[in-house]
C-alpha cells in the first residue's frame, strides 16, 4: 500500500470525523456514554458540546494537514518522507494508547472499540508505509524525474 493512499484515507477519515463532532458533537459524545445529555444541567450539557465542537475543528483542522501532506508528499526527499511518516505513527500512537486506555477505564463502548481501532490501523499502515521506503540516498526523491 503506498503512503499517499493512506495519507488520502486518513485525511478523508479525519475531515470526516472532524465534520460530525463539530456538527453533532452531543450526538457523537453519546455514543463514547457520556452520561445521559439530556439529564444533566444545561450548563453542563453545553459544556460537553462546546468540547466536542473544539474537537471536531482540531480534527477538522488535522485532516485538511494531512491532505495537504498528501498533495505534495511526492515531492518531498525520502528523508522528508520518512520524518513525515514518523510523526504521524508517533501521533496514531498516542491516540490508539489513550483510546484504549479510556475505553478499558470508562467508555466500554463499540464505538470506543472502533476509535482505538482507527488510531492502530492508521499506525500500522504507517510504519509498513515507511519500512518499503527505498533506503538508498536520503536526498533522492521517491519518485524521481526521469
Sequence with gaps: M???LIL???A???VAAGIAFGLYGPLM???FAIPELLA????AYWQIAAFARMFGAALFGFGLLVLAVHNSYADL????????LAALIL???IGAFIAITEQSSIWWTPAGWITTAVFA????????AIFTLPSNNPDERSNPVE
Design 2 to 4: 503506498r503512503a499517499t
Design 12 to 14: 478523508i477519515t479525519l
Design 40 to 43: 444533566i444541567s444545561a450548563d
Design 77 to 84: 526527499t525520502i528523508a522528508s518522507q520518512k520524518r513525515v
Design 121 to 128: 490501523l492508521f499506525m500500522l499502515a504507517y510504519i509498513y
Design 91 to 93: 501521533g496514531h500512537l
Design 8 to 10: 488520502k484515507v486518513n
Design 29 to 31: 459524545m453519546a455514543f
